[in-house]
């Protein structure tokens, strides 16, 4: 059974700082893997999906890596901004209908 | 971008009350819905899996009887929860994808509920 797990759990840091959230799968046989950024008390946001075959997907200051075989995958957050603040999830895709979901990272980036 | 949406947005409602939530998707077919739990602080627990027309399937330890889901249509899924007591307060989360994609599932923006 997939178990996708995330650290850290919660992070505070200063506007401007780059921070790096991690994700680590338990079962390295993945589709594609995705992250995404909830608000409280609201859905999901799609940030970033990376496919099996891809090492890393970048999208304005959000990059996020994939190493597979080691069953890892990190977002990385430039230039954090007050904005950023939000739950970050990371996603596993073991299949046709399979999304295991992460705890979450709960960051809050501060003025 | 695939636009998925949820009615209602939140419900409260008495214990021992059905309520159902609604799941659309604005503008593609959707093959296949998934009804997601999500607990505070807590990752999302697939529910089960809805694909059009047919019975869903349900993830282990889901009651099959209490949450009612149908697709009835290639736009539209509903969950049904019945007889609902306070240990069902909830966000519930609906995705949606489109046939023959492993591709990303796109997201509903969630219902929370709430049973006094």
């Known amino acids: 059974k997939q178990e996708v797990t995330q650290i850290p759990a919660a992070l505070s840091v200063p506007e401007g700082e780059n921070l790096v959230l991690n994700c680590s799968f338990t079962?390295?046989?993945?589709?594609?893997l995705q992250w995404f950024r909830q608000d409280p008390g609201k859905g999901l946001t799609s940030l970033l999906l990376?496919?099996?075959?891809?090492r890393e997907q970048t999208s304005g200051r959000l990059n996020a890596s994939l190493d597979k075989s080691s069953g890892r995958s990190t977002l990385y957050i430039a230039a954090s901004q007050p904005g950023d603040s939000a739950t970050y999830l990371c996603?596993?895709?073991?299949?046709?209908?399979?999304?295991?979901f992460g705890k979450g990272t709960m960051l809050l980036v501060s003025p | 971008g695939a636009v998925v949406s949820q009615h209602p947005s939140r419900v409260i409602c008495k214990s021992g009350t059905s309520v159902k939530i609604e799941c659309r998707s604005l503008?593609?077919?959707?093959?296949?819905m998934f009804w997601y739990r999500q607990f505070p602080k807590k990752s999302l627990m697939l529910m089960a899996t809805?694909?059009?027309?047919?019975?869903?399937?349900?993830e282990q330890g889901v009651e099959k009887d209490k949450f009612l889901i149908n697709h009835a249509s290639l736009t539209l899924s509903t969950l049904t929860v019945t007889s609902a007591h306070p240990e069902d307060s909830s966000f519930y989360i609906c995705?949606?994808?489109?046939?023959?994609?492993?591709?990303?599932?796109?997201f509903g923006p969630g219902t929370r509920l709430l049973v006094l």
């Open positions: 079962d390295s046989a993945i589709y594609n």
């Open positions: 809805s694909n059009e027309g047919s019975k869903a399937t349900y």
């Open positions: 503008d593609f077919q959707a093959t296949t």
């Open positions: 990376i496919q099996s075959s891809q």
């Open positions: 995705s949606a994808r489109w046939a023959d994609s492993q591709e990303t599932q796109y």
């Open positions: 996603a596993v895709n073991s299949g046709y209908s399979t999304l295991t």
